[in-house]
């Protein structure tokens, strides 16, 4: 595997400027159950960055100040942060959406017993990550034994009422490419998962989110130990379509680390590159109000990984 992937920036990647906030994602963490091929987090069982409850009270200031629309919580798997229920508990006393970016193995885990509940009692929007609904090609992208225990984890949020249509208990699933490909049209496919995951295994949920793989950190490096980086890169900037560029995420999201450093977006996070296209990391007790809006967004060239074909963003594909 490769620690340092390149950072590249051919310039053609259009100028872009942050609009009103109405999204905060926060990674609370790269402590994970799981260590997938795809992470691009290089999330995992032995990662011991996590989110202080010094920082988590200073990004609840945040939220008073920005007062977003939704509170986006991943990681790693959120739930394994400590302060994960006392967070939660904050945004819902502000009567503020959150969305809990789920493995559903995490369901399972020991200690976690009351965790479906939890989020049921919050009316926590859960979305989960479930590449494929075939069993072969999910285990061989997030481990042995995951897509038995990720239908576990479906059937325990159905049984508390996630996934059938009732507003206040969504449960929308993630799939992303397997490879270096774009994934395919969205509703065709939640359809496909939608028969196949009902047939054989009596689980529903409300709506398939496509995601483009971004060739950053663990999947970048695959990509580069398989001799496909650069064509992928080629692929994704070649698939370009203008009008997904009205929607990229970042120009209403705010991403936060779990030291509490700002970014752009998520996969700027994981490259390290700062807010507003600066040279410094900014806190977030540090952040000035009127630096939001119209604020230039950090570009490079993995941003075609949000502006190819059907658009990619963390609600899903585009168009
Ligand atoms: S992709 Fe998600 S579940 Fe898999 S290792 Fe990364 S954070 Fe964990
Ligand atoms: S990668 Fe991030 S900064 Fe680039 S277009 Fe996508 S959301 Fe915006």
Redesign the pocket.
Known sequence: MHDTLPLLNNGKFPRIYRGKVETLQINLG?L?????L???????PTRKEQMTLDTIEEIVQLIDNVKPKMVDL????PELNVHFKYLVTQITKRRISIID?C?L??LSEPGQEDLTQFLSKHKVIVTA?LPCYSEENVNSQ?GDGVFERSIDGLRQLNGAGYGKGNPDLQLHLVYNPIGASLPPPQKTLEKEYKQHLSENYDVSFDSLLTITNMPIK?FGSTLISRGEFGSYLQLLESSYQEKNLASVMCKTLLSIDWEGYVYDCDFNQMLGLPFGDTEKKIHVRDLKMGELDGNPIAVRDHCFGCTAGNGSSCSGAMQ
């Not at 994970?32 to 997938?36: D, E």
């Not at 991943?74 to 798997?77: D, H, N, P, Q, S």
């Open positions: 790269y994970c159950n799981q260590a997938c795809h992470c691009h987090v290089n999330a995992g991943t990681g790693g798997a970016r493995n193995t995490i990550s997030r663990r």
